[in-house]
């Protein structure tokens, strides 16, 4: 696992090997909205340096429109249960 930060935000990456691509995924996100997106160059930066060629990211409904602007696309949406 990997992680970057600044002073308002932090991003934890693990790195994925599948056959036919290597994957940076967003493990965990957290920080104010402004902070977290400051961290996106270095994000891009850390998945070249691993050789990533795909990134992706599980998160709440209210990053969407912001990672949308930033050029990420929506191809799956999480639903998630409380057990009983």
Not at 33 to 49: C, F, G, I, Y
Request: aromatic residues 8%; hydrophobic residues 45%; contains cysteine.
């Amino acid at each position: 696992m990997q992680a970057i930060w600044n002073d308002g935000a932090v991003i934890v990456t693990q790195i994925g090997d599948y056959p036919r691509r290597r994957v940076i995924d967003v493990f965990l996100c957290a920080g104010d909205l402004d902070s977290v997106m400051a961290l996106r160059p270095e994000l891009l930066d850390l998945a070249k340096a691993h050789g990533c060629d795909y990134g992706r990211a599980y998160v709440r409904h209210g990053l969407v429109k912001p990672l949308q602007a930033a050029g990420w696309k929506t191809v799956q949406t999480v639903m998630t249960f409380e057990m009983e």
